[in-house]
């Protein structure tokens, strides 16, 4: 039994003793990250917001595929925070998420992350605690590889969201009221004239005797869709020609974005962090928490509009890639709700009809098996 515990005390101590001298050849990145209430204004309107060093979104991290990061997040507010890195590969107590794998910061307290880098991609890092990703605690998380697919291009982050003046708290009593608020701010809200000129008229007098909401693709009206924490942001400090491998992250609340490129197709090259065979789209919707690298060329000349668009076209941001004159993406047709709810009254329709002959052919097999 001594024999078997001492073999094993020397297998463990070889195992550290192997991977010590790696976590010593690791380059470590260290940041530090402050989160605070301070004043913003996307809107003209000042509000408050929960800032991480001073702005939102919060800044980049960036790594390289084999560092250690070192990250201290310091309270500064009079509730507790927590931070998770969304996609990052791991130790489950270094995840972050409160009272479930990692505790809870406290007011001004401070913690301290220490985790290895094993991956590359793009990937971003939120708050996992009450409304406090809505109101600001997000940002981009950017980590090379050893080996660049695209070693000649100059990276860029576009980090999209969506933005209310109001307080969060408030949004959830409005919401779980079920009123038409939001749809009336955002002059969505069906009615009978608009049904009868989208002849949609039965599925709307249907749905209007239901007990709840009329149907929508968002169900908050927010004061503004952000790029890089403005209404529209400029690629900066690229020459033309320049390729650039633009990481775009939706770090939105409730906002899905069709994008879409003025010059033309956008070349994807990865997504959620992972690179994928290169293909080109007109069109692409980029979902909540999702991340898509694009491969662009600055332009020669003029600056080049790439658009993203609310799903429920309720409003849009830019972010241009060039300099000069403003050539504009293509506007993109706001979805009709009454098509929707038409198409939907249709397939419910087809699927109780389904249904009967189901049924239909049930009974008609039982009937042969008593011939």
């Known amino acids: 039994m001594k024999l ?6 020397l297998i463990i101590s070889f195992a550290w003793f192997l991977s010590f001298p790696l976590t010593l050849q690791a380059k470590v990145v260290t940041y530090d990250l402050f989160i605070k209430e301070s004043s913003v204004n996307f809107t003209g309107k000042d509000v408050m917001a929960l800032t991480v060093n001073g702005q939102v979104p919060a800044p980049t991290l960036e790594f390289t595929e084999g560092d250690l990061a070192k990250i201290r997040v310091h309270n500064q507010m009079m509730m507790e925070t927590s931070i998770h ?3 990052i590969l791991l130790p489950n107590r270094q995840d ?4 479930l794998t990692t505790p809870p910061i406290l007011p001004g307290k401070t913690h301290e992350f220490e985790f290895p880098i094993i991956q590359s ?31 000649k291009t100059q990276d860029k982050v576009l980090v999209l969201s969506d933005w209310t003046n109001e307080n969060p708290k ?3 009593r409005t919401l779980k009221r079920g009123s038409h608020y939001y749809a009336l701010k955002k002059k969505n809200a069906p009615s009978l004239v608009g049904a009868i000129k989208e002849k949609s008229l039965g599925a709307y007098l249907k ?3 239901k007990s709840m909401p009329p149907m929508d693709l968002s169900d908050v009206a927010y004061d503004a869709f952000l790029a890089n924490g403005k209404k529209e942001d400029q690629l900066v400090a ?18 899905y974005f069709y994008l879409e490129y003025a ?3 956008m070349k994807i090259i990865a997504a959620d962090g992972t690179d994928v065979e290169p293909f080109e789209d007109n069109r692409l919707l980029i979902a909540i928490a999702e991340t898509y690298d694009l491969l662009l060329k600055v332009p020669k000349e003029g600056a080049y509009e790439l658009r993203a668009t609310a799903q429920d076209g309720s409003g849009h941001t830019s972010y241009f890639i060039g300099s000069g004159k403003k050539n504009l993406a293509p506007e993109i047709p706001k979805a009709s709700l009454y098509k929707m709810e038409h198409g939907m009254h249709n397939m419910h329709h087809n699927m109780a009809n389904m249904s009967d002959m189901a049924n239909m052919d049930h009974s008609m097999s039982h009937g042969s098996h008593g011939m």
């Not at 078997?4 to 005390?9: A, P, Q």
């Not at 972050?96 to 009272?99: M, Q």
């Not at 690229?238 to 906002?255: D, E």
């Open 4 to 9: 078997i515990f001492k073999k094993l005390f």
């Open 85 to 87: 890195w969304h996609g």
């Open 96 to 99: 972050g998420v409160s009272y």
């Open 121 to 151: 991609g793009t990937y971003w890092y939120h708050s996992h605690t009450m409304f406090q990703e809505q109101q600001g605690v997000y940002g981009p998380i950017v980590i090379k590889a050893k080996e660049e697919n695209f070693p």
């Open 170 to 172: 408030e949004v959830m």
């Open 207 to 209: 749905n209007s005797l």
């Open 238 to 255: 690229a020459k033309p020609g320049q390729w650039i491998r633009l990481r775009i992250v939706n770090a939105s609340a409730s906002t």
């Open 263 to 265: 010059k033309g197709p």
